[in-house]
């Protein structure tokens, strides 16, 4: 499917894959995942998610325009 750096350090992807009827993003770097029947769906929970672990997302983290997955 395809990774995208939430910032511009390298350390901090988001790892976004198709299983079965679900789409799955998981955060590589604090192994936190969730999933969304859309591509949309998923990186918006899983920037719920990381807000909720503490982690600051930046305010584009949802923008799929910017997103170089398919």
Do not use: C
Not at 8 to 28: F, I, N, P, R
Not at 44 to 55: D, K, P, Q, T, V
Request: hydrophobic content about 35%; aromatic content about 4%; proline content about 4%.
């Amino acid at each position: 499917m395809g990774t995208r750096s939430r910032r511009e350090s390298a350390d901090e992807t988001v790892m976004l894959t198709h299983k079965g009827e679900w789409y799955v993003a998981t955060d590589e770097t604090t192994g936190i995942a969730s999933q969304g029947e859309t591509k949309a769906a998923a990186l918006e929970n899983i920037a719920e998610s990381l807000e909720f672990h503490g982690r600051p997302v930046p305010a584009d983290a949802g923008n799929l325009e910017s997103s170089s997955a398919p």
